[in-house]
């Protein structure tokens, strides 16, 4: 019998920690039981809330330093922003590699928000970031690359399927964008259940008596949990953005095969008596997809399919746009601080 609702919750569902705080790991797991995390998720939010710990001071410096070894080494002169970005990627890695001891699975960093809606400049910041992963220790086989889910980024992590880099389709809010993820090969996708901005402007976010049931998300995880099934998906979902238990007992329900659970929720599971069998239980009703919805191309010319789906779903529209603004907003901040620091 488990003890908590954390560990009743890891015999449903694979957990992830939504952190890059090793201490968030340590807390829940144990190594020396053979007790992990699967994946530890990250984002531009994540990283510059690390990037600003005062006891992180150190390896903001670190990797300041390695960058500007590195340029010594090529001969590179960049300055500002760019140098600033390497240091960006560089940090995501030495952070990332504090939490990788409490993981079975893959560390995930994301590429730049800068790039979201350019096929090329994606594939390069993944692959330049899964680089820098086997250049300290961790092999590509653990590292996914989080990529927000526009049609362009779809593209994009197609292409880097074709050489092995594994990929996460993140802020995403509709079954078409699940399609084309699922199209490219990713090996997740990461449903958003808040918008993102409610962990900015805790005001906007809405309480549900019953997440599982009522709120809008829930039918689209579900959704894409059914489509996938029927058409044979080898992509994973992994929820994520949460914001209460509450709300994680009523995604559960929906089995998924994963969900990424920030430090903060894991400590409050962890509090919590486990839950009666029927919290877990669903009476939502899958939605019907037409076959040709389900088999068009999202991905063909430049994924023209997913672009036309994006133009008349204006709220997926607009919460991954304003998840792109708010993670320019965090890598901008970030650069910023590095600059002050060099
Ligand atoms: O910012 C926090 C949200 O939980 C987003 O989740 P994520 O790390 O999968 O992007």
Redesign the pocket.
């Known amino acids: 019998m488990p003890e908590t609702l954390l560990s009743q919750i890891r015999q449903l569902v694979t957990v992830d920690v939504?952190s890059m705080d090793p201490a968030d790991a340590a807390r829940h797991t144990s190594p020396e039981n053979g007790l992990l995390f699967c994946d530890m998720?990250?984002?531009q939010?994540?990283l510059g809330g690390q990037a600003e710990r005062p006891e992180n001071a150190d390896l903001v410096k670190q990797a300041i330093e390695e960058v500007k070894a590195t340029y010594k080494e090529s001969g590179a002169k960049k300055e500002g922003e760019a140098f600033a970005m390497d240091v960006i990627d560089v940090l995501t890695v030495l952070v990332a590699k504090r939490v990788y001891p409490y993981l079975k699975g893959n560390v995930h960093a994301?590429t730049s928000p800068c790039a979201a809606y350019d096929i090329d400049q994606t594939v390069a910041h993944a692959t330049k970031l899964v680089n820098l992963f086997e250049k300290h220790g961790i092999p590509k086989s653990r590292v996914c690359i989080?990529i927000p889910t526009s049609a362009e980024s779809m593209v994009a992590c197609h292409k880097l399927k074709q050489v092995g880099i594994q990929t996460l389709a993140?802020c995403l809010f509709s079954v078409p964008q699940a399609l084309a993820a699922s199209q490219a090969n990713c090996i997740y996708v990461?449903p958003?259940f808040n918008e993102?901005r409610v962990?900015f402007q805790p005001t906007i976010w809405r309480e549900y008596a019953n997440p599982g049931k009522e709120h809008p998300m829930s039918q689209v995880v579900f959704d894409v949990k059914n489509v996938y099934k029927k058409i044979g998906s080898k992509t994973l979902v992994m929820p994520?953005?949460?914001v209460t238990c509450k709300e994680i007992i009523g995604l559960v329900s929906l089995k998924p095969d994963h969900i990424?659970i920030?430090g903060g929720l894991l400590d409050k599971l962890a509090e919590l008596p486990p839950e009666s069998a029927e919290a877990f239980q669903t009476d939502l009703v899958p939605t019907v997809f037409s076959e040709s919805e389900l088999t068009a191309d999202y991905l063909a010319n430049d994924g023209a399919l997913l672009k036309e789906s994006l133009a008349k779903d204006a709220e997926t529209t607009r919460k991954l746009d304003d998840a792109l603004k708010l993670f320019d907003e965090c890598e901008k901040k970030t650069k910023q601080l590095i600059l002050s620091m060099v």
Do not use: G
Request: hydrophobic content about 35%.
């Open positions: 939504d998720t990250s984002n939010a994540i994301q989080k993140t990461a958003y993102l962990h994520a953005s949460l990424t920030s």
